[in-house]
């Protein structure tokens, strides 16, 4: 019920450019108490003072004092100042007819059962210097003029009397004067610009130049009038009445007459004013030579008046006057004095039949109207009955139509024009001061039978041939008159003129929607009772604010019964914004709901698009309007998703550009949405935003549990909402530092929470990894990498959404670098002991720990972190340690004294890294070994099992066949996963390979068990030099033959190497020499000799015969060879060998050759040396 009655309460749209607000309420136009037969007859408003003038023959005068509240814009009091019954002389009259204030000269004109009189103002005191006189209409004040200007030279008025219009100048402290006189008598209206009025008489309308006196004959008032007569023409010069001759010339007179009038002197009475008394001393003055005022050449004069005189039927109002101008040739028009010729006789009637014409409506004499828009125009009204259509006609200064004619519902009963109006045909873009013209007009408009009385407003400064001219409708009905009947006409009064000038009036619907006021998030009557504190202790700084928004002025004034009105221009913002609330709600049973029509707020918004503000309260309106109306779009998209509707794209789109136009606060959209809703933060300022949308927004909200609506991503929640809503969210985040931009940083706060909220939702149903990561997650991945605002908000979701990486990014790109780093380690170290990540982004977590170990400062962190990294992968940990690229570097001593506090596990494989790596450090050789021992040791000692394994190993490697691997590379291919394996092989590998251990010390602990660790002690045994035993166990106790061969050609070193093609598997300094070499294969023959098997026997001792019998004595071999073994089993070593005697003996022969021929050389040159040096003869004493 309470949101009918929130329905009930709302006031009628006010859509239309003008809008009713009350000026004064239950007059008491009745001396004698309450009277249905007083009504108000003009009304006029000045400087705080009411005059109402009534059909009683009485002008009350009211003093208007400001309300007593602060509020300005609460109504006025009124105060009777008095109640004045001006003097007339027919008690049956209308009543007061006209109030004319003149307030430069502080006088007042009053017509009373057409007698006029003169007060002074404010008072309404008589004007002893005047006596009342009557006549017919007093105005024609000149509209050029400033009405507060100066009082010096008076104001010049003209009263209309039955036969001539008198101009007169009234000073405020000097008699009225009789200035001119114009022959034109019966006026009932009279709108003058400087010296040019637009007059009309009971029949027809009439330009006139007061200066040079001359009239153009405009239009008739009804064509149906019969006394019409033909209206228009050229110009005509007016008989000039001249006034009594006065002593002195006033400045007012001066400018009225031409330089040939005469001057004199008069006396100052009321009779001499009105020329009513003795005859003019002075000859009218004759018309001069030139050309001036209408006198215009005959080719370019007027025709004809644009309607005729009389209309034989009823002809349509709009094309009887849409022309503006007229082929009845000037000479047509007849003299009303001039007899009409006889009828015509039955001889002269045609014979043939005709069908009668239809009877013409009845003449009803019509009211004239005149106004002037502009300085340069005239605004006239024609008809034909009261009922049937008005025709507005636009007259310029020469008395031509100077723009469309415009059509009322019916012919009014009073008119108004305000606005200067806007020059649509101007080259140059509009002033911006400008604005639009309207005329107001009090008409009957009849729609399905019913008629309705009120006033109707449209504009004049548009062409009507453009298209349809938008009319508006003031509606009387909500205030309690009588406007509606079923009859053809209503003749319940509405009166309305323009007052002398402006009114100050305070619309307090601006200020309500226009003022920022706190959202109270979610509205309580708790948080009402805060807002309306908060309210109350800034509402003196805003009141200034709310009352320069909401001012307006006001000329016009409505009455009716005994109220008045001043008819205000309706502001943009409540003009646009009952469009908006027409728009708003749906019945829903007896309940009004929020249920936006999205098509009527779509267009409001198209008609405000490109429009540009002409002053700081339309700047407002149109953003006001804007952030309302894309609201409601905002919520019609909500509703209709509530209501599980898939809303078109083009919805979506138009809602979400609607929502980037108004630039509203973006935590408004996310109140209203599903459980992002939550996301928004207030601040200690709170939620400021337009007064008007802080209500639309609470009572939604009040209507609607944004927390009961569904929240399905694959449904329209998810299809309707979040893809736009991220868009918008995504348009604010790029706008922040902007100048434009509010710095408020609760608004980013809850933009980016909101934005990851979104993301984090839609990102849900994509596949985990990174492999191929879709749209929603390279968003993620912007938004967390860059800085967001709600950090602590940010943190809360990702741990609820179970996205440790992308929280991990979110610290990477977000903490201080002091914090940063352990952050995000801890991140990462939670995921691969694993906790659960949704989103399956870290792969290869150890390897990704290892490289940001690397990249980073903090010692204690890569301390911290290098060491649980080598207890879960030791290979990888000690990587961290051992790094020569990494920041922070560690020296090997501290390196290995933190892996034995933090992580003994991997000390082995750091050891591995400095005795193996590129750096060699031998002085961790005897560490490593012990390691390797450990290992190896402890499990043979504990596991009988292991034992039995190796001793496998070595009968499997004995019973294979020729050719075969060696026995290091056979137990490297068929490795077992167990540590203590491994830690042999590299055991192995580590004895072959270096040489600075102690030998002693890894025997001592080796003994026990060299029948399990056969290879270790053959290294150990060729380290001691002690070949034949090491020899020995490589031919028994493994059977590896090969390697056998390769001991006797390289040395114990080669044995457990692994082999690089194309190079020696030791260094040639490491190759014993060939005596060595030779002792040791005859030591391995011998070996060969005692295998048990006969057939390995054989076959191996052949082979070694035959591959390398060059290192072997053929004597002794010969010698120890079995004297029962074939000659076939030796025959290639003994072909070899006697192939080498040959061999070796031609190479002595040659020898010996080549000796003999170098010893004859060397003989020849001894004799030729001899030769030439000749004998020597000693002498011997």
């Known amino acids: 019920m309470a949101e009918a009655s929130f329905q009930s309460q709302r006031p009628p749209p006010l859509d239309g450019p003008y809008i009713l607000r009350k000026l004064v309420a239950n007059l008491p136009l009745s001396a004698d108490g309450p009277s249905t037969d007083v009504r108000i007859t003009c009304v006029e408003v000045w400087n705080g003072n009411l005059y109402v003038g009534t059909s009683a023959s009485e002008i009350i005068h009211f003093v208007l004092l400001p309300p007593e509240t602060d509020d300005p814009s609460e109504e006025p009091t009124a105060i009777i100042a008095s109640r004045l019954e001006p003097p007339h002389n027919d008690n049956n009259g209308p009543g007061v007819q006209q109030i004319l204030l003149l307030p430069k000269i502080s006088k007042a004109c009053v017509l009373c059962n057409n007698t006029l009189s003169i007060y002074s103002l404010p008072e309404l005191s008589p004007d002893s210097t005047f006596k009342p006189i009557g006549c017919l209409w007093v105005g024609g004040v000149d509209l050029n003029e400033d009405v507060d200007g100066s009082s ?28 001119k006189a114009i022959e034109y008598g019966g006026c009932l209206v009279s709108v003058r610009r400087d010296t040019f009025s637009c007059a009309a008489d009971a029949h027809s309308y009439a330009l006139l130049d007061i200066l040079h006196q001359q009239k153009i004959g405009l239009f008739p008032i009804s064509s149906l009038d019969p006394d019409a007569g033909d209206v228009g023409g050229a110009a005509e010069h007016l008989a000039t009445v001249p006034s009594a001759p006065s002593r002195s010339a006033s400045s007012a007179d001066r400018h009225l007459r031409g330089p040939e009038e005469q001057r004199g002197h008069a006396r100052s009475t009321s009779l001499n004013v009105l020329g009513l008394g003795g005859p003019s001393r002075t000859a009218s003055p004759q018309p001069p030579a030139q050309r001036y005022g209408f006198d215009v050449p005959e080719s370019l004069s007027r025709d004809m008046s644009p309607v005729p005189a009389r209309s034989p039927a009823r002809v349509p109002v709009g094309g009887e006057y849409s022309e503006r101008s007229s082929s009845r040739p000037r000479g047509g028009a007849t003299s009303p004095d001039k007899p009409l010729p006889p009828p015509p006789t039955e001889e002269d009637r045609p014979q043939a039949e005709e069908p009668p014409l239809p009877q013409p409506p ?10 002037s828009p502009n300085p340069n125009e005239f605004l006239l009204t024609v008809g034909t009955t009261p009922s049937d259509q008005g025709v507005g006609m636009f007259v310029n200064l020469d008395g031509d139509m100077c723009r469309g004619s415009i059509q009322f519902s019916s012919y009014p009963d009073a008119i108004a024009v305000d606005g200067s109006g806007m020059d649509f045909s101007a080259s140059i873009s509009p002033d911006m001061n400008a604005e639009e013209g309207y005329v107001l007009a009090v008409v009957h408009r009849e729609s399905q039978g019913n008629t309705t009385y009120g006033v109707e407003v449209q504009r004049w400064d548009v062409d009507p041939s453009a298209g349809e001219v938008d009319k508006y409708w003031l509606n009387f009905s909500p205030l309690g008159l009588p406007v509606h009947s079923k009859g053809s006409y209503i003749t319940t009064p509405i009166g309305m003129r323009t007052v002398v000038q402006p009114f100050d009036l305070v619309i307090p619907e601006v200020g309500a929607k226009l003022t920022v006021r706190k959202l109270q998030l979610p509205p309580t009557e708790a948080a009402a009772e805060e807002a309306t504190r908060v309210e109350k202790s800034q509402a003196a700084a805003d009141r200034e604010f709310a009352e320069r928004l909401s001012k307006l002025q006001s000329q016009i004034v409505v009455w009716a019964g005994d109220q008045i009105w001043w008819t205000v221009r309706n502001p943009l913002v409540t003009q646009l914004d009952s469009r908006i609330e027409a728009a708003q709600y749906a019945q829903v049973g007896d309940v009004a709901r929020i249920q936006p029509a999205r098509g009527a707020i779509e267009k409001v918004l198209g008609d405000i698009r490109g429009r540009e503000p002409q002053n700081e309260s339309e ?17 019609d998209v909500v509703l209709r998703t509530k209501a599980d509707i898939i809303i078109f794209e083009n919805e979506k789109r138009i809602t979400e550009q609607a929502l980037i136009e108004g630039e509203m606060d973006p935590r408004v959209v996310l109140s209203l949405m599903p459980i992002l809703y939550r996301e928004v933060v207030q601040g200690s300022d709170g939620i400021q935003i337009y007064g008007g949308i802080t209500t639309l927004v609470e009572h939604f909200l009040q209507q609607n549990d944004v927390s009961a609506m569904p929240t399905n991503v694959n449904g329209p929640f998810g299809d309707n909402l979040l893809h736009f809503v991220k868009r918008y969210l995504q348009f604010w985040r790029r706008r922040k530092g902007m100048a434009s931009v509010t710095n408020d940083p609760s608004v980013f706060k809850s933009v980016d929470a909101a934005l990851l909220h979104i993301l984090l939702l839609l990102d849900q149903g994509s596949a985990k990894g990174t492999s191929s990561p879709g749209a929603q997650r390279a968003e993620l991945y912007d938004l967390v990498d860059k800085e967001v605002e709600c950090f602590d908000r940010a943190v809360q979701l990702l741990e609820q959404f179970k996205r440790l990486f992308l929280l991990s990014r979110l610290y990477q790109g977000n903490c201080k670098a002091s914090v940063k780093a352990s952050h995000v380690l801890a991140t990462w170290k939670r995921i691969i002991e694993g906790e659960e990540d949704k989103g399956g982004e870290l792969v290869d977590g150890e390897q990704k720990v290892r490289d940001y170990l690397r990249k980073i400062r903090d010692q204690g962190l890569v301390e911290e972190y290098g060491a649980w990294l080598a207890n879960r992968n030791p290979k990888l940990g000690v990587q961290v340690f051992a790094d020569d690229q990494s920041r922070v570097k560690f ?3 501290r390196a290995v004294a933190l892996l034995r506090d933090k992580a003994p596990g991997a000390v082995k494989d750091y050891l591995e890294y400095l005795v193996f790596g590129q750096k060699k450090h031998p002085q961790y050789v005897n560490e490593l070994i012990a390691f390797y021992l450990d290992s190896v040791i402890n499990e043979l000692e504990s596991n009988a099992g292991s034992r039995a394994t190796l001793s496998q190993s070595y009968e499997t490697y004995r019973i294979l066949e020729p050719p075969k691997p060696t026995y290091f590379s056979f137990i490297n291919d068929n490795a077992l996963a167990a540590e203590w394996w491994h830690a042999r092989i590299r055991l192995l590998q580590l004895l072959s390979e270096t040489s600075s251990y102690d030998v002693n010390t890894v025997l001592s602990r080796l003994q026990p068990y060299e029948q399990e660790l056969v290879s270790e002690m053959i290294i150990l045994n060729g380290r001691q030099e002690r070949h034949e035993e090491a020899l020995k166990l490589l031919t028994h106790g493994l059977g590896d033959y090969n390697t056998a061969i390769s001991y006797c050609l390289y040395g114990y070193a080669s044995i457990h190497r692994r082999a690089t093609p194309g190079a020696p598997p030791v260094s040639h300094s490491q190759i014993p020499t060939r005596p060595e070499q030779s002792r040791m294969f005859g030591h391995l023959l011998k070996e060969f000799l005692t295998i048990e098997d006969l057939s390995q026997r054989v076959e191996r001792t052949s082979e070694l015969l035959e591959r390398f019998g060059g290192w072997l004595d053929v004597a002794d071999v010969l010698a120890i060879v079995p004297d029962d073994w074939s000659v076939d089993v030796f025959s290639g070593f003994l072909i070899q060998t006697l192939r080498k005697l040959v061999r070796d003996k031609a190479e002595s022969d040659i020898v010996r050759a080549l000796s003999d021929a170098q010893n004859s050389q060397t003989s020849s040159k001894l004799v030729e040396k001899r030769d030439e040096y000749g004998a020597t003869f000693e002498r011997v004493a």
């Open 891 to 893: 020296d090997p001593t």
């Open 152 to 179: 010096e030279d008076g104001v010049v008025v003209v009263i209309g009397l039955k036969k001539r219009l008198r101009l007169v100048q009234i000073s405020e402290n000097s008699p009225p004067k009789a200035i």
């Open 619 to 635: 700047y407002l309106s149109l953003i006001y309007i804007r952030q309302k109306a894309s609201l409601m779009l905002f919520m």
């Open 362 to 371: 009845l003449f009803i004499p019509l009211k004239p109207h005149v106004a």
